[in-house]
Every structure is written in structure tokens, then in C-alpha cells.
């Protein structure tokens, strides 16, 4: 049996199995669409670099862009989910005092995989890029059958939106590249997470199985009833993982916005119906996609709909304010990075971080 708190076999199997293929193509067709989103995904990069003024740091890996189908979303995702939370399951062994093996079958590894499986199928349906952050790490994936799909649905331009998807999940490539510490910053946060944590066994048991359930109502939509905290914040027991929280969120806020920035931002000399591309992109998003609704399901922020929003805004407000070389000095260390407060309010971080210089 697997150690993990939720056995990722048996997830990624039920996934796939869930998952359809996706629109319709022909062979041919399905060939021009793979071609044309590497292409793009090489294009993209000097464009990002150009914009954002960043560039991969030295000894940082050469990008590699994997254009797959739902089921490689599904594999990526399943790796990378359990190296980052089978770490998690070990301490919280530990802190148990109890064998390798004991908690996972308290929790029941096979309900969460069952659950997990569920939430990665539905997801995989959806997401149409991704950087992938842990795990392997180190690749750009995009899900051509969903790029397909939405352009299909929305009307739009297909090269337009391809080189604009492209453009968005270049912008995570180059921030973790260039910002080669923020992954294991990340990282640490989890850690540092977990070694806050004093719950019983027994009431971790039933919290975790209700934060799987709850993700799986996210992706339905279904709200969180009355004012419990959902998600990790259910097994927050301490000031310390609250604060913890509140860092994630804000960086993840800053990536995303980031990357929102940039590909809106090179404009139509690139992407010729750009304002098209958002109008109609967000409308069909509007905080309700799926990958938001689990973040915000995970992380107990179902409340807080503008989390990127504001991330937008802190970038957009930064930018303006002092330019984007000075910008970039958000990515100095994790100091310099932008506090939650201060997504919304753009000069009390250019007060807190750049005044003093």
C-alpha cells in the first residue's frame, strides 16, 4: 500500500479513465495544432523577455515545451501533486509517532485517490497550460484538445489565442527561471506549513477527508455553507499556518497577475485581437474556472474572488508607479515580495520596499 495520504496510482487511473479526448480533429489537423503551439511557445519567449525585462538566470534549465493531451495533463499533475504532498504525509507520520503506513490507512488512501481522480479529470478538461512548478519540474505543458476547444467556443482567432495562452504560461516559465528561488521558497512554505501543525490523528483523518470533498464540490461549483473555513485552512490550528497562508497567497497572486500583465501587455503588434482575446476570455472565465475554484476551495479562500485580480492590479499599480526595471525588484528576494495587504494598495509596497533605496 502506498504511503501516501492519497494513493496517486489509483488518482491519475481514475482520472483518465473519467477524462474524454476532447473536440474533434482530424490527424492532420491535430499535427498543425501541436506544430503551431511549439511554435508560438518559442516565439512567446522573446517577447516575455522583452517586456518584462527579465531573463533566465545563469545555469537555469533550456525551457521545454510539452504540448499534450488530457491524459499527460493528468500524469504531469499526478507526479507533481505527490512530490509535493508525500513529504507532507511523512511528517505528519512522524509528528504521530506512528509507523509508515499507519496514518495513510486512518485516512484512507484509496477514498482521496478515488476523490483526487475525480477533481484531476474535471480539471483536466479545463486547464489550458501549465509551468510545471514541482514534480520534475522544469516544462512547459500546453493541453492542445483544450486550446482547441476554447478557441471553438469562444470565436476567436485560433493563432491569436494560441500565441496568447502561449505568451501567459511563458511568463511562469521565465518568473521561475529567472527567480530561480522561488520554487524552493514555495516549497518551504509547505514545510514550514506542516511544522505548525498539532492536530490529533484522528481529527486530521476527518479534516482531510472533508478539505477532498470539499475540492471535489469546488470544481461542481457548489458553495461552502456558512462561515466554516474550508480547504487547509481547516487544518490551520495556529496563528503560524495562518501566516503561512496568507504569503502563498500572495506570491501566488503576484505570479498570476504577472502573468495576466504580460499578455495583455504586448499588444496588438503580437496578438492582433488582444482586446477581443480578454473581452470574450473573460467573460467565460470570471473567477469561476475550475482551476480557481479548487485554489480557492484548497487554500479556505472562497471569500476572497479578486485574489488575481489584485494580483493584476499590484503589478499593473507598480508598473506605472516607478516602471517595470524597478518592478523587478519585487523578485529580489522573499522580502521584496508584495504582502498580502499590499496587492490592493500598490504604494505601500513601493513605500515598504523601494523608498528606503
Known sequence: MSSSLVDWDLAGRTARRLSSSGPATTRDEAAAV?????????????????LTGLVPAAGAPSPVTAVVDRG???????????ALLDPLTEALQDKAGKAPGALTRAVGGR??????GGVLAFVSSKVLGQYEVFGTGGRLLLVAPNIVEAE???????????????LHEVTHQLQFTAVPWLRGYLEAQ???FVRASDLDPAVLRERLRDVVTSLSDAVRGKPVEGDAPGGLMALVADPA??????????????VEGHAEFVMDGVGPDVVPSVRTLRKRFGQRRKGTGPLDR???????????MQQYADGRHFVAGVVERVGMEAFNTVWTSPGTLPRKEELTDPQRWVDRVLTPY
Open 111 to 116: 477514498v482521496t485517490g478515488l476523490q483526487a
Open 72 to 82: 499527460g495533463w493528468v500524469d504531469a499533475n499526478t507526479a507533481g501533486m505527490a
Open 241 to 254: 499556518q495562518q501566516a503561512v497562508l496568507d504569503r502563498v497567497t500572495a506570491v501566488m497572486s503576484l
Open 34 to 50: 501541436v506544430r503551431e503551439l511549439q511554435e508560438c511557445a518559442a516565439t512567446a519567449v522573446a517577447h516575455v523577455e522583452q
Open 190 to 192: 509547505v514545510t514550514e
Open 294 to 304: 479548487v485554489l480557492r476551495r484548497l487554500l479556505g479562500l472562497e471569500q476572497k
Open 152 to 166: 471553438r467556443r469562444l470565436g476567436v482567432d485560433p493563432h491569436d489565442f494560441r500565441m496568447w495562452v502561449c
